[in-house]
C-alpha cells in the first residue's frame, strides 16, 4: 500500500519543472477558540470580531473588496456554493463581496488556460492538482499563501497533505482532500433484480449482468467516464504499479495495453462495463459525471466507477427517485499483485497573484473550508474534506452519513496507488478514447490500438520531460 499523501509525486514534478514557467501560457462565523477544536474558524492567533471579521482582512470604512470565485460541478455543488457565497455576503456587507462563477465540467483545462493567459482568472480559483506546477513550477504562478497564515489557518490540515499545493517551497493552494477511485452501485436496482449479495470480483459481474439483462437488454453493470479509469485500474492491479513512475517514466508496455483493452472489451460485451457505443449514444463523447444522467437515474447503468469526490452528486440523484447509492467492495482481477485503486489529490483552491484583495480572498477561503457554518453550507458535494475542522463540522450537522459515509470509511482503509501529477494530461485520455473506439468500432485491431495508445503516450512523455528540463 502506498503511503497516502506522499510527496513524492510532487517532488519529483516540482523538479523536474524548472522550465515550465516558460512553457505555461452564511451566517456570521464563530468566535476563535482553540485553534485544536473544530469551532475554531481564525488561524492561530488570530482574533476575529463578533461579525466574523478579520482586522486584518477588513477594508476601511465604505469601502468593499470585490472578489470573484470560480469551480466547476453540477448542479449539487453550484446551489451549495452560492448559499454559502450568499451567507459570506451577508455577513460582511460593505466590507467584502463574493460574486460566483460556476461551469460545468467540460474543456475544463482549456478554459483555465485561456482565463489564465489573459489575466482573467478569478480572484479565488478552483484548480486541478497538475496544474499547481504546471503554471507555477517556482512558486510564483499564484499568491504566495505563506502571506496570509494569519487569516488562513493551515493547522486544520494534516502537513504531508499540504505538501501537495506546494512548489518552490511555497504554498501555492490549499488542497481539498483525497480522491479515490471507487466502485458506487445502486443498490436498490440489485434488489430489484434479486442480487442480495454485491459482486466482489468481475466474474461475479458478469453473472449479475446476465440477470439485468433478461430484464433490460440495453442494461450495463457499470459506467465509466472514460476507458482509462478501468484500464489502469486493471493495470495497477496486474502490475502492482501505476501508469507513470516518479521519473515520469512509463510503467507499462504494449503488451500491458493490449490485454487492458481486450479485458475491458470482453467485460463490455458481458453488459459488465459499458460499451463505447453505449456511452456516446447516452452520454455524448466527453469523460463527465452520469449524476444527472437518465439512464444511470432509471438504473441501466447499476454502477459507476468514479472518484470519491463526485458521491455526493450520485447519491443525492438516486435519493431523490426513492433508490440507494453504495460502495462496493473494491473487484479484483484474476491473478492480481494489488488489490486496490488509484488515488490523488481532489481539486485545490489557489488565489490568482494578480488579486487586488488578497487578504480577503483568504478571508472568504477560511469561511468556506474551515468555518463551521461555511463548511455546512458548502457540504459534501467535493467529495471528501480534508480539513479536521471542516469534518467535524459536517460530522456535527449529519452530513457524513449514508453513500458519503461509507466513502470517508472506505478512503480510510483503501490500497491505493497515487497519480503521478502528469496523469490527467488530456493527451492520455484522449488517446486511451480514441484508440479503444476504434477498436471497439473494428476499425483497428487490438495490437494496433495498444501501439497506438503506447506510441502517443511515450511521445507525451517525452515532450513532458523535456519541458521539465529532465
Excluded at 74 to 95: E, K, L, P, S, V
Excluded at 309 to 326: F, Q, W, Y
Excluded at 412 to 431: H, L, M
Aim: net charge negative.
Amino acid at each position: 500500500m502506498m503511503k497516502k499523501w506522499s510527496k513524492a509525486g510532487i517532488v519529483c514534478a516540482a523538479v523536474l519543472a524548472a522550465s515550465m514557467a516558460m512553457t505555461a501560457c452564511g451566517g456570521k462565523t464563530a468566535e476563535t477558540g482553540n485553534t485544536g477544536e473544530a469551532g475554531s474558524t481564525g488561524a492561530a492567533g488570530t482574533e476575529k470580531a463578533a461579525d466574523g471579521k478579520t482586522p486584518e482582512a477588513s477594508k476601511a470604512s465604505g469601502e468593499t473588496a470585490k472578489l470573484s470565485f470560480s469551480w466547476w460541478g453540477n448542479d449539487d455543488r453550484h446551489q451549495a456554493t452560492q448559499n454559502a457565497i450568499d451567507a459570506f455576503n451577508a455577513a460582511h456587507a460593505g466590507a467584502i463581496e463574493v460574486t460566483g462563477e460556476p461551469s460545468g465540467f467540460g474543456n475544463l483545462e482549456e478554459t483555465f488556460a485561456t482565463r489564465y493567459a489573459g489575466g482573467t482568472a478569478a480572484d479565488v480559483m478552483t484548480v486541478n492538482y497538475p496544474w499547481v506546477i504546471q503554471y507555477s513550477p517556482n512558486g510564483d504562478g499564484f499568491y504566495d499563501l505563506d502571506q496570509v497564515k494569519d487569516i488562513f489557518d493551515f493547522s486544520q490540515y494534516d502537513e504531508g497533505f499540504l505538501e501537495f499545493g506546494k512548489t518552490g517551497g511555497k504554498m501555492q493552494a490549499v488542497p481539498y482532500g483525497q480522491n479515490t477511485l471507487g466502485l458506487y452501485v445502486n443498490k436498490s436496482a440489485f434488489d430489484r433484480a434479486g442480487i442480495t449479495e454485491l459482486p466482489t470480483t468481475f466474474e461475479e459481474y458478469k453473472k449479475a449482468a446476465e440477470i439485468f439483462t433478461q430484464q433490460d437488454p440495453n442494461a450495463y453493470m457499470i459506467v465509466s467516464p472514460t476507458f482509462r479509469f478501468a484500464a489502469v485500474y486493471y493495470l495497477q492491479q496486474k502490475t502492482g504499479k501505476g501508469e507513470f513512475a516518479e521519473d515520469l517514466s512509463m510503467n507499462y508496455t504494449v503488451d500491458d495495453y493490449k490485454e487492458a483493452l481486450l479485458w475491458y472489451k470482453d467485460l463490455a460485451d458481458a453488459h459488465v462495463f459499458c460499451s463505447r457505443k453505449d456511452y456516446i449514444e447516452n452520454v455524448g463523447n466527453e469523460p463527465v459525471s452520469i449524476a444527472q444522467n437518465a439512464k444511470y437515474i432509471n438504473g441501466g447503468y447499476a454502477g459507476v466507477l468514479e472518484w470519491t469526490g463526485g458521491i455526493a452528486s450520485n447519491a443525492k440523484t438516486l435519493e431523490d427517485k426513492g433508490d440507494e447509492l453504495v460502495v462496493a467492495p473494491l473487484p479484483v482481477i484474476d491473478g492480481a499483485v494489488f488489490e486496490g485503486t488509484m488515488a490523488k489529490p481532489s481539486l485545490l483552491f489557489a488565489i490568482s497573484r494578480d488579486s487586488k484583495n488578497p487578504k480577503e480572498a483568504a478571508e472568504f477561503l477560511q469561511y468556506i473550508l474551515n468555518d463551521p457554518e461555511g463548511t455546512k453550507l458548502m457540504g459534501s458535494t467535493r467529495g471528501m474534506v480534508a480539513s479536521k475542522a471542516a469534518k467535524a463540522s459536517l460530522e456535527a450537522d449529519g452530513q457524513i452519513t449514508g453513500a458519503v459515509k461509507q466513502a470517508y470509511d472506505f478512503t480510510d482503509v483503501a490500497k491505493v496507488i497515487n497519480n503521478s501529477p502528469i496523469f490527467e494530461n488530456a493527451v492520455f485520455t484522449n488517446s486511451y478514447e480514441s484508440n479503444y473506439e476504434k477498436f471497439e468500432f473494428g476499425k483497428s485491431t487490438a495490437e494496433e490500438a495498444a501501439q497506438a495508445i503506447f506510441d502517443a503516450t511515450s511521445e507525451q512523455v517525452a515532450k513532458l520531460k523535456q519541458d521539465y528540463g529532465k
